[in-house]
C-alpha cells in the first residue's frame, strides 16, 4: 500500500476547449490516451463524502486499485491498495470489503465497513503529459449519461498547480474556471 498526498487544480472545460488542448498535447506525449473506470464507494447516507473524503475502486485495464482520499489542511491524503479482479466482484456483488490497511483505516477512522457499497462509475479517457514539474491530465468523462472535460494538474504545490493550469488553459486562449466539484460528486448526481 502507499501512502501520499494530492494536490491538484483543476478546471471544466467544453468540448471544442478539451479539443483544442488534447490535439495541443498529442503529438507533444509519446503515449496515448488510456481508459479507467472509477467505482466509487460510500454509505446510502454518504457519510464519507460528509466527512470530506472519498473512496473508489479503479479499474486500468485488468487492474484494480482502491484509493481513500482523507482530508487535510491542504490537499487530500492518499491511501492506495492494490486489490484482485475476484475482491472487486465481491465488493461489487456482495458488498464484501477487501481486506487491507484501507479496511483498517477506516475501521480506525470509525466507519463500519459492512455499510459500504459502490453506488456510481465514472469512466475516463484520459491523455498525460507531465508539464513543467505538474502532471497534466485531460480528460474526457463519461458517467449517467452525461459526458463533461476536465483538465486537471497535480504538483506537490498548490500554488503551482494552479499557475501551471492557467498557463496551459492560456496556450488555446482558454479562460481559467476553478473546478470545484469532483468526479465522484458528478458521477452520484442524477
Given at each position: 500500500?502507499s ?5 491538484e487544480?483543476?478546471?471544466l472545460?467544453s ?6 488542448l488534447?490535439?495541443?498535447f ?6 496515448a ?11 446510502k447516507t454518504f457519510?464519507?463524502?460528509?466527512d470530506?473524503s472519498?473512496?473508489r ?7 484494480y ?7 487535510l489542511?491542504?490537499?487530500l ?6 486489490i ?7 465488493m ?14 477506516l475501521?480506525m ?10 453506488f ?5 479517457s ?7 514539474s ?7 468523462n463519461?458517467y ?19 499557475q ?8 488555446e ?11 465522484v460528486?458528478?458521477a452520484?448526481?442524477k
Amino acid at each position: 500500500m502507499s501512502t501520499n498526498v494530492e494536490i491538484e487544480a483543476k478546471a471544466l472545460v467544453s468540448k471544442d476547449e478539451y479539443l483544442k488542448l488534447f490535439n495541443h498535447f498529442l503529438p507533444l506525449t509519446n503515449k496515448a490516451p488510456y481508459t479507467q473506470t472509477n467505482f466509487y464507494i460510500d454509505t446510502k447516507t454518504f457519510a464519507l463524502r460528509k466527512d470530506g473524503s472519498g473512496l473508489r475502486i479503479r479499474k486500468i485495464k485488468e487492474n484494480y486499485n482502491m484509493t481513500l482520499k482523507v482530508p487535510l489542511s491542504y490537499g487530500l491524503l492518499e491511501k492506495n491498495q492494490e486489490i484482485t479482479f475476484e475482491e472487486f466482484q465481491l465488493m461489487e456483488a456482495n458488498n464484501r470489503f477487501p481486506d487491507g490497511n484501507i479496511k483498517e483505516f477506516l475501521i480506525m477512522l470509525g466507519y463500519d465497513v459492512n455499510n459500504l457499497t459502490i453506488f456510481a462509475s465514472l469512466t475516463t479517457s484520459r491523455l498525460d503529459y507531465r508539464y513543467k514539474s505538474s502532471l497534466l491530465s485531460i480528460d474526457k468523462n463519461s458517467y449517467n449519461g452525461k459526458v463533461d472535460y476536465e483538465i486537471e494538474m497535480e504538483d506537490n504545490s498548490p500554488l503551482i498547480a494552479k499557475q501551471n493550469l492557467i498557463e496551459v488553459l492560456s496556450l488555446e486562449d482558454i479562460p481559467f474556471r476553478e473546478n470545484k466539484k469532483s468526479k465522484v460528486v458528478r458521477a452520484s448526481e442524477k
